[in-house]
């Protein structure tokens, strides 16, 4: 069974930071699965954030967070990073962690397999 599970949202000021994590629990080498992150807010479809392969070698952005943040995993300890700098209000939705079956990065969703539940994010101006 696959779970996914995210932590670090939360309210901060329009240029503040924050760091949310995502731990795998996984019936698979943690390494095998790309990840990515992507958020979503009420009565938009779910857009894609970031992603990263499995060794962590390659990585991709929306355009909108490039520069301001970084994706990244331990994969000794089965978790996957996002270090999300000079936040906007733009930037305020649920964000998710997702997990691939295959070890290459993927920008749609439909390229993911498991999902977490999502973390709040809300960025005040």
């Known amino acids: 069974q696959v779970q996914l599970v995210e932590s670090g949202g939360g309210l901060v000021q329009a240029g503040g930071s924050l760091r949310l994590s995502c731990v795998a629990s996984f019936g698979r080498t943690f390494s095998s699965s790309g990840m990515g992150w992507f958020r979503q807010v009420p009565g938009k479809e779910r857009e894609f954030v970031a992603t990263?392969?499995?060794?962590?070698?390659?990585?991709n952005y929306k355009a909108s967070v490039k520069g301001r943040f970084i994706i990244s995993r331990d994969n000794a300890k089965n978790t996957v990073y996002l270090q999300m700098n000079s936040l906007k209000t733009e930037d305020t939705a649920v964000y998710y962690c997702?997990?691939?079956?295959?070890?290459?990065?993927?920008?749609?969703?439909?390229?993911?397999?498991?999902w977490g539940q999502g973390t709040q994010v809300t960025v005040s101006s």
């Open positions: 990263i392969s499995g060794f962590g070698s390659v990585t």
């Open positions: 997702a997990a691939r079956e295959e070890v290459t990065i993927a920008t749609r969703s439909s390229g993911y397999s498991f």
